[in-house]
């Protein structure tokens, strides 16, 4: 599935962003193309004006200037005296350019009102007509020179234009695709980055379903087990089973509560009720709570505070607390018999930071991240029915809430210590 959606994604992504390239290449084709063409016809009208301009000023004409005049300027000129043509034939004897100079000619008479064979004229200046043919620019020019009148027809080839507009289409089309393809890799890399933290969220997501469906599956065998006994148990028995059938429910509970607690926090739904907590105090508590719990299972619960008071700390007390009681029972759980296990706290520049330390078996370092995750437990405690492997997780959970850290690392000796930084406000 995931696969399928990185394929059509990155699809998209490329046609989104690649219809948009185009787009933007095509409009900047579109106005480098129109600047080529006028930068073309300014200088063919530049280059006409002053080849006319030249004729104006002259009454002998060579054959050497017109020659010179084409060369430089990169056009054809063919110059009438009257109907007469000058030097026709020994510079344009080619039939495909006698075409193009009446083709000119013919224009200018029915589509510019300049018409070059209509003989003497009663003009005193020059008129001149620029005009488009197909692959030329073309100028017409009727001259009035001494009681006559001196006809030009001046052409530039299109040719030059044409192939700088062809290498520029050549060059857009080569930068678009390599652009296209571009962002086709960057696409699937882009979209396979975004997709990565969907798929791990969904085996996460199967992951938890799998084992809370395990762990829900064992109560309710026992459940069922027990009361199925309790049909055929004797009188005396049947209190038995009904016993355990009940601390099976209560366990039951305590797993579906740990599973809407985290639901809470994934849907931020999980609201804290914040006051100024005084952090000695609400350490002395937890405590005192958990000192004859210690006692009774042969381990010895300790709390060390600073001399100096702890800053008050703006913090919701209870899921502190409770923050507090996950590490306590953990630490309860690992810890051997004549274990001890250290309450302290620190603080610090901005934050005060709580400990629970102990020194039991200790978190290899392969487990100090995971030990967060949910469901997971380390293989000493397995069998342990009153732990789920959810503790943790909504320890940091707390910790989170409350823009601190929660972390584990080594009980110098042996053992582990859990820090809950908080910030102080």
Request: charged share 20%; proline share 3%; glycine share 4%.
């Amino acid at each position: 599935m995931f696969r399928k959606l990185h394929i059509h994604m990155t699809l998209f992504s490329t046609f989104i962003t690649g219809t948009i390239l185009v787009l933007l290449a095509s409009a900047c084709l579109i106005i480098t193309e129109s600047n080529i063409r006028q930068k073309h016809y300014t200088v063919f009208t530049n280059n006409a004006y002053s080849c006319v301009s030249h004729l104006e000023s002259q009454n002998v004409l060579s054959h050497r200037w017109i020659q010179q005049a084409e060369s430089n300027y990169g056009i054809d000129m063919q110059i009438y005296d009257g109907n007469t043509p000058l030097f026709f034939e020994q510079l344009h004897g080619q039939d495909n350019m006698r075409k193009i100079f009446d083709l000119a000619k013919k224009e200018s008479a029915e589509n510019h009102g300049l018409n070059l064979d209509s003989g003497q004229t009663s003009q005193t200046l020059s008129k001149i007509v620029m005009f488009q043919l197909p692959g030329y620019y073309a100028c017409t020019a009727r001259i009035p020179k001494n009681g006559g009148v001196l006809n030009t027809v001046l052409l530039y080839s299109l040719d030059a234009q044409s192939g700088q507009i062809k290498t520029i289409r050549i060059a857009f089309l080569v930068a678009v695709i390599a652009a296209v393809s571009a962002l086709a890799v960057f696409s699937w890399f882009f979209t396979r980055k975004m997709i990565r933290p969907l798929e791990k969220s969904r085996k996460e997501q199967n992951a938890f379903i799998a084992a809370a469906s395990h762990e829900l599956r064992s109560p309710l065998t026992v459940i069922q087990t027990s009361l199925s006994a309790v049909s055929y148990a004797d009188p005396e028995q049947t209190e038995h089973f009904i016993s355990i059938s009940l601390d099976e429910c209560k366990r039951m509970s305590r797993l579906i509560q740990d599973m809407l607690s985290l639901s809470r926090s994934d849907n931020h739904t999980w609201v804290l009720d914040c006051t100024s907590c005084e952090i000695d105090t609400l350490l002395l508590d937890v405590y005192e709570k958990y000192e004859q719990t210690a006692r009774h299972k042969k381990k010895q619960l300790l709390i060390e505070l600073p001399e100096d008071s702890l800053p008050v700390c703006f913090c919701d007390s209870l899921k502190i607390s409770q923050a507090l009681a996950i590490l306590i029972d953990n630490a309860l759980a690992y810890v051997p018999e004549g274990g001890m296990i250290r309450l302290s706290a620190r603080q610090e520049a901005a934050s005060v930071s709580l400990f629970v330390a102990d020194n039991g078996p200790g978190i290899p370092d392969s487990e100090k991240e995971a030990v967060f995750q949910r469901f997971y437990r380390s293989d000493t405690s397995r069998n342990d029915k009153q732990h789920f492997g959810l503790g943790l997780c909504i320890a940091k959970e707390i910790a989170l809430l409350h823009h601190g850290t929660l972390s584990v690392s080594d009980t110098p000796g042996g053992g582990a210590t859990f820090q809950l930084k908080l910030p102080v406000h």
